[in-house]
């Protein structure tokens, strides 16, 4: 998994946000919206992180079970996946 060039995450206030930049704001406009664990989740991919040591990492963080941290990272990541951010 490798995000497009000119998604940037940003923080603003509380919140994290994922918005285009250059070229690809001129194609689509997006802006996203992160939680503490979505933007977790998000610096993960950037390091090169697969599902599996994200949901390790999720979980010990979080202190949930592996199962959970792994469900919510394949869901984001389809969710990513259908809103055209990865390569």
Do not use: H
């Given at each position: 998994?490798?995000?497009?060039?000119?998604?940037?995450?940003?923080?603003?206030?509380?919140?994290?946000?994922?918005?285009?930049?250059?070229?690809?704001?001129?194609?689509?406009?997006?802006?996203?919206?992160?939680?503490?664990?979505?933007?977790?989740?998000?610096?993960?991919?950037?390091?090169?992180?697969?599902?599996?040591?994200?949901?390790?990492?999720?979980?010990?963080?979080?202190?949930?079970?592996?199962?959970?941290a792994k469900a919510d990272?394949?869901?984001?990541?389809?969710?990513m996946k259908n809103a055209?951010?990865?390569?």
């Open positions: 998994m490798k995000i497009k060039d000119g998604f940037v995450k940003c923080k603003v206030g509380e919140d994290y946000l994922v918005v285009t930049t250059g070229n690809l704001s001129k194609e689509n406009n997006i802006m996203i919206e992160l939680n503490e664990t979505s933007s977790d989740i998000w610096d993960c991919i950037v390091k090169g992180m697969d599902v599996e040591q994200i949901a390790n990492k999720l979980s010990e963080k979080y202190e949930i079970p592996f199962d959970k990272t394949e869901k984001l990541i389809e969710n055209g951010i990865f390569e």
